[in-house]
């Protein structure tokens, strides 16, 4: 237990004495608050919603800052409205051009957006220099197209377009009643959630065994072993990995949502899809991503043990990436489906369940008694995986030459025993 805790101790402060490490996870997390806070200092009311409530008067509009954009019409059938226009189209501002060349002519010289020429009741033309791929004006003017003829042939008719509307358009009040899990609105953080953990996985895997090859790769290993054993060293190694990870995740991962409560109200509520995760998801998702990070980086530094040089690493790691590429993709897939019988079998094998437990948790119907089943599960595969990748450990630290397939080790590792 000493030399686990030597170990432990200096790897942990390879981490922390890192300046890229401490200092990727500072930048990280300062950006994901400067992000959150921008709308108290920054009016995004274009884009929120919601006016800023700190930094500025926040009262200011495109009409009061004289920006508004400008926009031509030539009405050759008689049929616009311009009052609806200004509905339709907030922050424009219309008026009506001599004809077809006078709008032409100021749409290519910039001092127009764009210009519409109404050729007939339900026809039109769309002038613009340039048409950027957010362009909505056509479809928006369409609809008033619409409005338009609707306007003119009830006028025509005689009939109350109010009433036809009102009696086509009538409001429908629904008050739902949840009374499990909103799936929809979950969605979207599982997926994040998702993505995290397998990206902490891949990054923190791959950092483990590049730590095993190197200290092969520059024979510190033959010097390591005298001094403690490998065991150790596999145990040291990876729990330092995941204290470092997890370290590192939740300083970023916490001041993002900490950022996001505090700012809620500035950002209308509209990023609740992604940052506003119920505890009870959060606790899930630590407990479950550990878990499933702890297995993989036992099966990651065993890997990197069969190697002898950093270049051969990928060769290594190769069919363990399938597996975890495989995991990711199918876990992704079924989050349309969290009740379905493929996801509640792969929530209870250890390759899966980091991630598809919580999404279950998050999304669908789940007893207690599942959870704790597949938690246990986990925790005796951690076991064994560490055990078994120990064993791979003490058996490739000391060989050398080219990379030892994971077959021939298990045979030999067998033959040992």
């Given at each position: 237990?000493?030399?686990f805790a030597?170990v432990?101790?200096?790897?942990?402060?390879?981490?922390?004495?890192?300046?890229?490490?401490?200092?990727?996870?500072?930048?990280?997390a300062?950006l994901?608050?400067?992000?959150l806070f921008l709308?108290?200092?920054?009016?995004?009311?274009?884009?929120?919603?919601v006016?800023v409530t700190?930094?500025?008067?926040g009262e200011e509009?495109?009409?009061?800052?004289?920006e508004?954009?400008?926009?031509?019409?030539v009405d050759?059938?008689?049929?616009?409205?311009?009052?609806a226009?200004?509905?339709m189209?907030p922050?424009?501002l219309?008026?009506?051009?001599?004809?077809t060349?006078?709008l032409?002519?100021a749409?290519?010289a910039?001092?127009a957006?764009?210009g519409?020429?109404i050729t007939?009741?339900?026809?039109?033309e769309?002038y613009?220099?340039n048409?950027?791929?957010?362009?909505s004006?056509t479809?928006v003017?369409d609809q008033?197209?619409?409005l338009f003829?609707?306007?003119?042939?009830?006028r025509e008719k005689?009939w109350?377009?109010?009433?036809?509307t009102a009696?086509?358009?009538v409001?429908i009040?629904?008050?739902?009643q949840i009374?499990n899990k909103?799936s929809g609105?979950?969605y979207?953080y599982?997926?994040?959630?998702?993505?995290?953990v397998f990206?902490?996985?891949v990054?923190?895997g791959q950092?483990i065994?590049?730590?095993v090859?190197?200290?092969?790769s520059?024979?510190?290993i033959?010097?390591?072993v005298?001094?403690?054993?490998?065991?150790s060293?596999?145990?040291?190694k990876?729990i330092?990995g995941?204290?470092?990870g997890v370290?590192q995740?939740g300083?970023?991962l916490?001041?993002?949502?900490?950022?996001?409560?505090?700012n809620?109200?500035?950002?209308?509520?509209?990023?609740?899809?992604?940052?506003?995760?119920?505890?009870d998801v959060?606790l899930?998702f630590a407990?479950?991503?550990l878990?499933?990070?702890?297995?993989?980086?036992?099966?990651?530094?065993?890997?990197g043990?069969?190697?002898?040089?950093?270049?051969?690493?990928?060769?290594?790691?190769?069919?363990?990436?399938?597996v975890v590429?495989?995991?990711?993709f199918?876990?992704?897939?079924?989050?349309m489906?969290v009740?379905?019988?493929v996801?509640?079998?792969?929530?209870f094998?250890?390759i899966?369940?980091?991630?598809?437990m919580?999404?279950?948790v998050a999304?669908?119907s789940?007893?207690?008694?599942?959870i704790?089943?597949?938690f246990?599960?986990l925790?005796?595969?951690?076991i064994g995986?560490?055990?078994?990748?120990?064993?791979?450990?003490?058996?490739?630290?000391?060989?050398?030459?080219?990379?030892?397939?994971?077959?021939?080790?298990l045979?030999?590792?067998?033959k040992?025993d």
């Amino acid at each position: 237990m000493k030399r686990f805790a030597i170990v432990l101790k200096y790897e942990l402060k390879e981490y922390f004495t890192n300046k890229v490490f401490m200092g990727l996870t500072v930048v990280l997390a300062l950006l994901g608050v400067a992000a959150l806070f921008l709308p108290r200092f920054v009016d995004m009311s274009g884009f929120t919603g919601v006016q800023v409530t700190g930094g500025g008067s926040g009262e200011e509009t495109e009409s009061d800052s004289g920006e508004e954009s400008l926009y031509l019409y030539v009405d050759q059938a008689g049929v616009l409205q311009e009052e609806a226009l200004g509905g339709m189209f907030p922050g424009v501002l219309w008026q009506e051009a001599e004809d077809t060349d006078a709008l032409r002519a100021a749409v290519e010289a910039q001092e127009a957006e764009a210009g519409f020429v109404i050729t007939g009741a339900t026809q039109y033309e769309y002038y613009v220099y340039n048409k950027a791929m957010t362009d909505s004006n056509t479809a928006v003017f369409d609809q008033a197209m619409k409005l338009f003829y609707r306007m003119s042939y009830s006028r025509e008719k005689g009939w109350d377009l109010e009433e036809i509307t009102a009696m086509y358009d009538v409001p429908i009040t629904v008050t739902e009643q949840i009374l499990n899990k909103d799936s929809g609105s979950n969605y979207w953080y599982c997926y994040v959630l998702v993505i995290i953990v397998f990206m902490l996985i891949v990054y923190y895997g791959q950092m483990i065994a590049v730590s095993v090859t190197n200290e092969k790769s520059n024979r510190a290993i033959e010097v390591l072993v005298t001094s403690t054993s490998p065991n150790s060293l596999l145990f040291g190694k990876v729990i330092a990995g995941a204290i470092g990870g997890v370290f590192q995740m939740g300083v970023i991962l916490g001041a993002v949502l900490l950022s996001y409560q505090l700012n809620r109200d500035q950002w209308g509520g509209m990023l609740d899809m992604f940052l506003h995760i119920p505890g009870d998801v959060l606790l899930a998702f630590a407990f479950f991503g550990l878990g499933g990070y702890l297995f993989y980086a036992f099966l990651y530094g065993a890997m990197g043990a069969l190697v002898s040089k950093t270049e051969d690493i990928s060769k290594s790691v190769s069919g363990l990436m399938v597996v975890v590429m495989g995991v990711y993709f199918f876990s992704l897939f079924q989050l349309m489906n969290v009740d379905g019988t493929v996801i509640k079998v792969l929530s209870f094998l250890p390759i899966s369940s980091y991630s598809t437990m919580f999404a279950r948790v998050a999304m669908g119907s789940v007893a207690a008694w599942e959870i704790v089943v597949s938690f246990l599960i986990l925790v005796l595969s951690i076991i064994g995986t560490g055990v078994l990748g120990a064993k791979l450990y003490r058996m490739g630290t000391l060989r050398y030459g080219n990379p030892i397939k994971i077959g021939t080790a298990l045979k030999d590792m067998r033959k040992s025993d």
